[in-house]
């Protein structure tokens, strides 16, 4: 199984709408890029708390990368449609520095 593959495969357990994940595989001069792309609403599914979800991806993803002799790279792009929360969104009672 490529390296796209795997990675797909293990995002699609984590997610609400696996039909709608897609890893995209490009090769340049720094190594591989593995774009990620998903329903909105499964972003924070992919991130994690504090982001160890996505670093747990890239983390397996370098170490196969490292037994190929490749670098690879993990990108997850926001998707249409997602918004960011501001921290007045996050917490209200807290005033705006």
């Given at each position: 199984?490529?390296?796209?593959k795997?990675?797909?495969?293990?995002?699609?357990?984590?997610?609400?709408?696996?039909?709608?994940?897609?890893?995209?595989?490009?090769?340049?001069?720094?190594?591989?890029?593995?774009?990620?792309?998903?329903?909105?609403?499964?972003?924070?599914?992919?991130?994690?708390?504090?982001?160890?979800?996505?670093?747990?991806?890239?983390?397996?993803?370098?170490?196969?990368?490292?037994?190929?002799?490749?670098?690879?790279?993990?990108?997850?792009?926001?998707?249409?449609g997602?918004?960011?929360?501001?921290?007045?969104?996050?917490?209200?009672?807290?005033?705006?520095?």
């Open positions: 199984m490529d390296d796209a795997l990675l797909e495969v293990i995002i699609r357990e984590l997610v609400g709408f696996p039909d709608e994940v897609r890893v995209e595989r490009s090769v340049d001069e720094l190594g591989v890029l593995l774009s990620i792309y998903l329903n909105p609403e499964d972003m924070g599914k992919v991130i994690g708390r504090q982001g160890m979800t996505a670093k747990s991806l890239r983390a397996i993803m370098r170490a196969i990368g490292m037994k190929n002799n490749a670098r690879i790279n993990v990108k997850i792009v926001e998707p249409e997602s918004h960011r929360h501001e921290a007045s969104d996050v917490y209200p009672g807290e005033a705006r520095v």
